[in-house]
C-alpha cells in the first residue's frame, strides 16, 4: 500500500538554527500538506501546497516556514531560525482530489 | 474552530462493536465528513469520508443522519489495537484543510 513517508523521524536542533524536514508524498498525489502537533495538543494545519504554489496556510506558518517542492517527489518543510516553540511533530500529508489525505509517520523536531 | 462535537472518552470492549458519535449542526450542504484516528503520536490515519450517504470500506461505516446535522462512525469488531483518538472533521468547503478537534479517545478493553 503506498505511503507518505517522512524523514528524519527524529531531529534535535540547537535555538536559531534552520531545519528542513522532508517528505515524499504519494506519487499520484497533487496536493500536499504540512501539520504540526505539540506534545498534547491538537493537531494543527500549517499549509497547503497545489500546483508548485502554496494554496493555503494557517497564522502559525510565518516568514521563518518555507515549503519546496524540489524535484517533483519531495516535498520539505524548512525553518529558517527554530525556537524553542517550534518543538513538536511535523506530518506531511497528500491527498488526491475530493480524497481524504494521508499522513505519513512524523518528524519529531526538539529544539535545545 | 473545529466544527463538530465529540464526547472525550468512550470504553468498548474487545469483539463488539464501537460506535462514535459525532455532531455537526452547523455542517453545510456542501462539506465532507471525514474521520481520522491517532495511534499515539503516530501520523493521524483516515478512516472514512462522506457527504450525505452511508459509507463502508474494510475498516468502519459511517452512518450519517439524513438531516446531516449528526453522524457516527462504527468499527463492528474492535480490536485492541483500535485503541486510540478518533477524529470526526468536518473539511470546509473551498479548502483542502483539515481542522482536528481533541477527539474521542476510544479504550477497548479485553
Known amino acids: 500500500e503506498p505511503e507518505v513517508t517522512q524523514t528524519p523521524s527524529h531531529q534535535v536542533t540547537q535555538m536559531g538554527q534552520e531545519v528542513i524536514l522532508r517528505c515524499v508524498p504519494i506519487s499520484n498525489h497533487l496536493y500536499f500538506y504540512w501539520y504540526r502537533q505539540i506534545l498534547g495538543q491538537k493537531v494543527e494545519f500549517l499549509v497547503s501546497f497545489y500546483n508548485n504554489e502554496i494554496s493555503e496556510k494557517s497564522e502559525i506558518f510565518d516568514d521563518q516556514f518555507s515549503v519546496e517542492r524540489p524535484d517533483g517527489s519531495n516535498f520539505t518543510l524548512k525553518i529558517r531560525s527554530t525556537k524553542l516553540e517550534d518543538s513538536a511533530m511535523y506530518f506531511c500529508?497528500?491527498?488526491?482530489?475530493?480524497?481524504?489525505?494521508?499522513f505519513g509517520q512524523g518528524t519529531r523536531l526538539t529544539v535545545v | 474552530d473545529a466544527k463538530t462535537t465529540q464526547p472525550p472518552s468512550m470504553d468498548c470492549a474487545e469483539g463488539r462493536a464501537a460506535n462514535l458519535p459525532c455532531n455537526h449542526s452547523t455542517i453545510s450542504g456542501n462539506e465532507y465528513v471525514y474521520w481520522y484516528r491517532q495511534i499515539h503520536s503516530q501520523g493521524p490515519q483516515y478512516i472514512i469520508h462522506?457527504?450525505?450517504n452511508n459509507e463502508t470500506n474494510e475498516m468502519a461505516s459511517l452512518i450519517i443522519t439524513e438531516d446531516r446535522k449528526s453522524s457516527t462512525l462504527i468499527l463492528p469488531h474492535a480490536t485492541l489495537r483500535d485503541t486510540a483518538v478518533y477524529y470526526c472533521i468536518v473539511r470546509v468547503y473551498n479548502t483542502d484543510k483539515l481542522i482536528f478537534g481533541t477527539g474521542t479517545r476510544l479504550q477497548v478493553f479485553p
Open positions: 500529508a497528500s491527498s488526491e482530489l475530493a480524497q481524504g489525505a494521508f
Open positions: 462522506g457527504l450525505k
